[in-house]
């Protein structure tokens, strides 16, 4: 029993991976390696989830830690962090592993060394992990030789991704054996700790605040290194917080970026509309949500929004169509902004949601009462969090409650229109009796659509 002396509430649980008494960048990165590589092969079904990643085939999976290569005397040996082996049968791929943790990043002179020695070796590839958090795994954050690149498999996975797909793989997913979801269950609090240095996304930098002035001022330019900065921080935000949904959720939550553009491409289009408009802009998709999520940044107004465009339904008046969004809307943030957008105009019908309640009718188009509306748009807006970091307060923080708060308490809650199935005639008896149940008009029709969507929206 604790004692008034010894409280229970001040005992450090026992962990099988303790980021306890962690002493340097050296000895943090050969923990998380160490931990990572061990529960790949502990817990079968989560090795599985990160050598599927890499192309690996089916197999069982083993995982070693500073692996040796000697080179010729004279030269001092290679020891990249780790190795990974999948072996089936006969068939057998492996790979090398460099790891990165906190604010260390993957160096391009040791990344095409470790590839020139998995190609010497007959090696299948390598994988690079560090807090750069990419869209694709496919991607790396760093520059290589392409021609280094040649009959190798190179992967480049983020410790917040690779936090993603634990949780997932336990929370979701599910492990049958018990003392195996235990032990995925130590790496992802291991991984959750920040003495770990494998804890995500770490925040705008230390260029946000001249960036973030300079949009205010209009003094910036695409060229500069700063602006560049903050693209390259926005994209990363992005990936951050669709991983971040991607846990809560167990679904594939990503970014929708224009089609065929690589990371560079962005980042310099990025760092273009930064330096002339102030602002940065992104989309992000769940699945079966009735519209994407937009992504809105405004650092001349300071503001952060997130909004969705839903499509309105067709084939009913227009009153009819405002109404069956309002009546979706009935547990929606008061502030929220709605649009109604209709075809041939350029400027929406908007007005807050807590007046649309009142008077749905204001969101007619009033040069023509009778034009339907094609979509709806809902928008919340916030003031932006200015800290560069991760705390309180900050933008990263700020901004990744909001998109939560929008999701749940507006995106969630909206179910894309759907028409009725096609009728068939009532056929002619020619004696004046009901038609049999079922040939009387449905409930998605004009008629019945019509009656109950004129109802007072608030009720």
């Known amino acids: 029993m604790a004692t008034a002396e010894q409280p229970e509430a001040k005992w450090r649980p026992a962990r099988l991976i303790s980021a306890y008494g962690i002493k340097g960048e050296t000895e943090q990165e050969q923990r998380a390696t160490s931990a990572l590589l061990a529960v790949m092969g502990a817990v079968p079904d989560f090795g599985r989830a990160i050598v599927n990643w890499l192309g690996a085939p089916a197999g069982r999976v083993s995982a070693y830690t500073e692996v040796r290569f000697d080179e010729d005397e004279g030269e001092a040996a290679h020891i990249p962090d780790g190795a990974l082996l999948v072996q089936r049968g006969k068939t057998r791929w492996t790979c090398l592993v460099e790891v990165k943790t906190g604010g260390n990043t993957l160096a391009k002179d040791q990344i095409e060394t470790y590839l020139r020695i998995a190609r010497s070796h007959g090696m299948n590839g390598l994988l690079t992990i560090s807090n750069d958090i990419v869209s694709d795994a496919s991607e790396l954050p760093i520059s290589v030789d392409k021609k280094s690149l040649k ?172 109404n069956w969004l309002l009546r979706q809307a009935k547990d929606m943030p008061p502030g929220l902004r709605v649009e109604a957008r209709y075809p041939n105009v350029r400027e929406p019908v908007a007005m807050l949601l807590e007046d649309a309640r009142k008077h749905p009718e204001r969101l007619l188009y009033a040069a023509d009462p009778k034009r339907e509306p094609r979509s709806f748009r809902l928008t919340l807006a916030n003031e932006l969090g200015l800290k560069r970091d991760a705390s309180q307060g900050s933008f990263l923080s700020a901004s990744r409650q909001q998109l939560k708060d929008f999701y749940r308490e507006v995106l969630q809650a909206i179910r894309a229109w759907q028409p009725s199935a096609p009728r068939l005639p009532v056929p002619d008896r020619g004696d004046g009796s009901t038609p049999p149940i079922g040939l009387e008009p449905e409930s998605g029709s004009e008629e019945a659509l019509t009656t109950s969507d004129l109802a007072d929206p608030t009720s």
């Open 151 to 322: 009959g190798l498999t190179v992967r480049h996975l983020s410790w917040w991704r690779i936090l993603t797909m634990a949780i997932e793989q336990k929370e979701h997913h599910g492990i049958d054996d018990p003392e195996q979801a235990w032990i995925l269950g130590e790496l992802i609090s291991y991984l959750q700790d920040e003495r770990s240095g494998a804890s995500g996304f770490m925040g705008m930098g230390e260029h946000w605040v001249k960036v973030r002035e300079g949009a205010r001022n209009m003094t910036l330019r695409p060229a500069d290194p700063a602006v560049r900065d903050i693209a390259e921080r926005w994209e990363q935000f992005v990936e951050y917080i669709c991983l971040d949904l991607r846990q809560s959720l167990g679904r594939s939550v990503s970014a929708v970026w224009p089609r065929n553009t690589d990371r560079a491409a962005r980042v310099a289009a990025g760092s273009k509309t930064i330096a002339q408009d102030g602002t940065m802009a992104a989309s992000i998709k769940v699945p079966d949500a009735a519209a994407p999520i937009d992504l809105g940044v405004n650092l001349r107004t300071r503001q952060f929004t997130t909004s969705s465009e839903i499509d309105a339904p067709k084939d009913v008046r227009a009153i009819t169509r405002i």
